[in-house]
């Protein structure tokens, strides 16, 4: 097995680059608690401006992010409205309900997508004897429905369901600047008319932890109350959003290229005995593909398809990621460039060989 591995599991592996490290060491610092973080309050003012909302709140991921939003927009005992699979569903360790009582009301997408019409099927009416809706949950682009994004003409009809039964709207954009950038328009233009908007500087940009909680001001100001009550007062952290502000700063401009990357990828992938993957959906920097048993000859292994792909793979020097016992997932990221992936390309190439 080669040691020189490309790992292509998440963008969220990405190392902090030499100005990243450099600006964390040169960092001006205050107590971020009592406000008083110079560097964190560049960082929030610059976020909310480019989300175009009135402020914004450094949080130490983007599962606090959400979550805060949800507790502080939904009433406990009410139902928060997502898509199936919902980074706020499966990965965010049942926050809703353990930390804020709220209950996931899912609609199952193929592409990840709120079709309007389901939301509003779903809205429960205002009678004494059911939970009622408390929110809908937008996340884009959605992660394991393979990077899918919504356009924005699709979310301004889930937010006229939403005003027409006076809900508000959360928008996961964990991974927002990639939808933004494969949309050819800014993140503000997409996030415009939701109440609150949380999106990562560690994936696609870049940096090596946090998140951005954007809203009104006075919800921000109840944000950072509701951050401190679930543990995320911090300090001294402008040696963190430091590196957050030169991801920020210049992340976006290359996320281009890490899509031109997947797309490389995904047709690659796509042509490879035993997988299946439409290329034309890959729009982001994630692909999602299906493995079927002609990969391994035509037999499941014992493991499962998935685990012994995985096995089968690094083997090969290639690291991707399980997202279920048929479905694999692979992201690009700024530490794989266009060398990288061709490399990548050609040992699943072997490796594919080598199980034929």
Not at 20 to 38: I, L, T, Y
Not at 49 to 69: E, K, R
Not at 189 to 214: D, N
Request: charged content about 20%.
């Amino acid at each position: 097995m080669t040691t020189d591995l490309i790992d292509l599991r998440s963008d969220t592996v990405t190392r902090p680059d030499a100005e990243m490290r450099r600006a964390m060491a040169e960092a001006e610092v205050g107590d971020d608690v009592f406000g008083e973080d110079p560097t964190v309050l560049t960082l929030q003012e610059e976020a909310a401006a480019a989300m175009g909302t009135a402020a914004a709140l450094f949080v130490p991921s983007g599962t606090m992010g959400n979550q805060i939003a949800l507790h502080l927009l939904a009433r406990p005992g009410s139902e928060v409205i997502c898509e199936a699979r919902s980074h706020i569903v499966h990965f965010e360790m049942g926050a809703m309900a353990a930390l804020s009582g709220l209950l996931p009301r899912v609609i199952a997408a193929d592409d990840g997508l709120l079709d309007p019409a389901a939301v509003e099927a779903l809205v429960v009416p205002p009678v004494s004897y059911r939970a009622r809706t408390g929110l809908i949950a937008v996340e884009n682009s959605h992660n394991f429905a393979g990077g899918t994004v919504y356009e924005r003409g699709h979310l301004e009809a889930v937010l006229a369901v939403a005003r027409r039964h006076r809900l508000p709207v959360h928008f996961d954009g964990a991974r927002v600047w990639n939808a933004a950038a494969a949309l050819g328009t800014t993140p503000a233009a997409l996030t415009a008319g939701f109440e609150s908007v949380q999106f990562c500087l560690s994936k696609g940009l870049g940096a090596p932890v946090g998140s951005l909680l954007c809203g009104g001001g006075d919800f921000i100001a109840e944000a950072r109350r509701v951050r401190k009550m679930f543990g995320g007062g911090m300090r001294q952290v402008g040696v963190i959003a430091a590196a957050g502000l030169v991801a920020l700063r210049q992340g976006p401009a290359r996320l281009p290229e890490d899509q031109a990357n997947a797309a490389l990828l995904a047709r690659a992938v796509a042509e490879l005995p035993g997988i299946v993957l439409d290329p034309a959906k890959v729009r982001t920097n994630i692909l999602i593909f299906r493995l079927t048993p002609e990969l391994f000859g035509g037999a499941t292994p014992p493991e499962g398809l998935t685990a012994a792909f995985l096995a089968r793979l690094k083997e090969h020097g290639v690291l991707a990621s399980p997202v279920s016992r048929d479905l694999a997932r692979m992201v690009t990221h700024r530490d794989a460039p266009r060398p990288r992936i061709l490399e990548a390309i050609e040992r699943l190439r072997r490796m594919a060989g080598a199980l034929a």
